[in-house]
């Protein structure tokens, strides 16, 4: 398995650009499962999670192909074209639903569009159990009949078409939110989703599912109406700018006192994250083409965070601001509401010398004057990447094992790391580099 190692204490300069969003993207693709014409999906992000949606949804009978030019080294500039002309099978077996939860995004459109799916079940994860109870209740509410057989969702549809329903949510689910809105764009009458996740994310599906000929109002808002339509249409669409990406180098240009231009990023699209950076010491200032973020007082503030639900801070951006506050002066106290078990970094980042300590859902943590570095182990996406940040604000070598983690999310981040001066490689699994 490939490492990333890392010479922590260099302050970064320098321009990062910003990919697609990875959530949006997960979302935004089995959309092209609704309609028999081509979704045609840009500035989509090159990840892993991407080639196994785009493999689920080939063995679901989509066609795809990739067009256009990249542009700043990645895919930025390509486009992927998606048609679902016949799906030749409904079946989302478990190796592949396995590898990432998002695979779920499929039930809801095969349902709407087919009448019938049958969707592995995708176990816990390295973040807590994350059932997909919520998805399956409002779309039996919908008129689905759901059984779960052999470690798989079985579901038809009697009638072949569902139906518009209330559905309202006990709690905010951006996954149950982004199902329910696909089912219910072709589903028979009105549906209202409500306690709706607001996250961008959900409004980038509905405005895509806008192009596609659906009837969606309230975006952006806790309450979402669809009327449902016979069917729907292709479209080309654009994916929005990944906000957790957008997030998680502003904390590297804050974590090592440095000063990045984030290109292509939305300020509007992490405002409660920018909060806690400019509590925390950190400036923001628009440029031309996004916005840069410097730190260049050599300490920051510790500045205590809750993960909620969009608009509040993101559960995604906890372990990254967790470094961060570890290298703050003061304490800090980190509570997350949104996993159970999202601490999973703990550990690792007090192996580099972070004083944390957790209680339950909230941690204490108390800044250093300095972390070092150490062989660190990750065991999710997130976790990953604030092992990265601690390791680029530490003195000496880091070694962050389990890379893979990493690239189901970021794409390319050493190298855009090492291109604002971070001392950082990948050592390719097999290289005799220790
Ligand atoms: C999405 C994001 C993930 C982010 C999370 C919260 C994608 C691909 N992933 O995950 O990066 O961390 O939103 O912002 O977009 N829950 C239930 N039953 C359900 C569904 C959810 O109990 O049927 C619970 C979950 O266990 C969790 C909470 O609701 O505690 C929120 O989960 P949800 O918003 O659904 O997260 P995902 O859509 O899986």
Not at 90 to 101: C, E, F, G, N, Q
Not at 236 to 264: M, N
Not at 280 to 290: H, L, Q
Not at 333 to 342: A, D, G, H, V, W
């Amino acid at each position: 398995m490939d490492k990333i190692r890392i010479f922590g204490g260099t302050p970064l300069r320098g321009v990062i650009p910003i990919g697609g969003a990875k959530n949006a993207a997960l979302a935004l693709m089995p959309a092209c499962l609704l309609t028999d014409e081509t979704l045609s999906l840009s500035n989509l992000p090159h990840l892993v999670d991407i080639t196994t949606m785009a493999n689920l949804l080939s063995q679901h009978g989509v066609s795809m192909s990739l067009n256009g030019h990249a542009a700043n080294g990645g895919h930025t500039g390509r486009v992927l074209e998606l048609t679902a002309a016949n799906i030749s099978n409904t079946t989302a077996p478990y190796d592949l639903v396995r590898k990432m939860r998002a695979s779920v995004l499929v039930l809801g459109p095969l349902l709407a569009r087919c009448g019938q799916a049958k969707v592995s079940l995708p176990g816990g994860c390295a973040i807590g159990t994350r059932p997909v109870d919520l998805h399956l209740k409002a779309l039996e509410q919908m008129g689905a009949r759901i059984q779960v057989e052999g470690g798989y969702v079985v579901a038809d549809v009697p009638g072949g078409r569902l139906k518009g329903a209330h559905v309202v949510f006990p709690q905010v689910t951006v996954g149950g939110t982004e199902n329910t809105l696909m089912a219910a764009a072709l589903a028979d009458g009105e549906t209202v989703i409500a306690n709706a996740a607001r996250e961008p994310e959900v409004c980038d599906l509905a405005h895509c599912l806008i192009a596609m000929g659906a009837k969606i109002d309230g975006l952006g808002s806790g309450t979402l109406h669809i009327q449902g339509v016979e069917r729907l249409h292709g479209a080309q669409y654009s994916v929005l700018p990944d906000r957790i990406e957008t997030g998680t180098y502003a904390v590297a240009a804050a974590i090592t006192r440095g000063d990045i231009e984030l290109v292509g990023a939305r300020r509007d699209l992490m405002q409660s994250v920018e909060k806690v950076l400019v509590e925390c010491g950190a400036v923001i200032e628009d440029t031309e083409r996004g916005f840069r973020v410097c730190a260049d007082r050599t300490r920051l503030t510790g500045v205590d965070i809750m993960t909620e639900p969009y608009p509040g801070f993101p559960t995604d951006m906890q372990a990254q601001l967790m470094a961060l506050m570890a290298t703050a002066d003061g304490a800090s106290m980190i509570t997350e509401t949104i996993f159970e078990n999202r601490f999973m970094h703990v550990p690792e980042l007090a192996r580099m010398g972070a004083r944390v300590n957790v209680h339950g859902a909230s941690a204490i943590v108390r800044g250093v004057p300095k972390l070092s570095g150490a062989p660190v182990m990750a065991t999710d996406l997130r976790a990953s990447v604030s092992l990265v940040l601690a390791g680029l604000a530490a003195e000496g070598e880091t070694v962050v094992n389990r890379v893979y983690h990493l690239d189901r999310g970021y794409e390319r981040v050493e190298e855009k790391l090492a291109a604002c001066g971070a001392r950082i490689e990948r050592i390719k699994d097999g290289d005799a580099a220790e």
